[in-house]
């Protein structure tokens, strides 16, 4: 899921938001999250 994510993330398919949301439903950690958006929120 997170290189899945990653991918969409660098293409605009998806916002920080949403992969919050994915942070929520337990679909992706915290770490790999910090990883996709490059820093800490």
């Known amino acids: 899921m997170f290189e899945i994510l990653k991918k969409r ?4 398919f ?3 938001d ?3 949301r994915y942070v ?4 992706l950690t915290k770490e ?3 990883k996709i958006v490059g820093k800490k929120e």
């Open 9 to 12: 993330y660098e293409r605009n």
């Open 18 to 20: 949403q992969l919050q």
């Open 32 to 34: 790999e999250y910090e």
């Open 24 to 27: 929520e439903l337990g679909k």
């Open 14 to 16: 998806v916002r920080k």
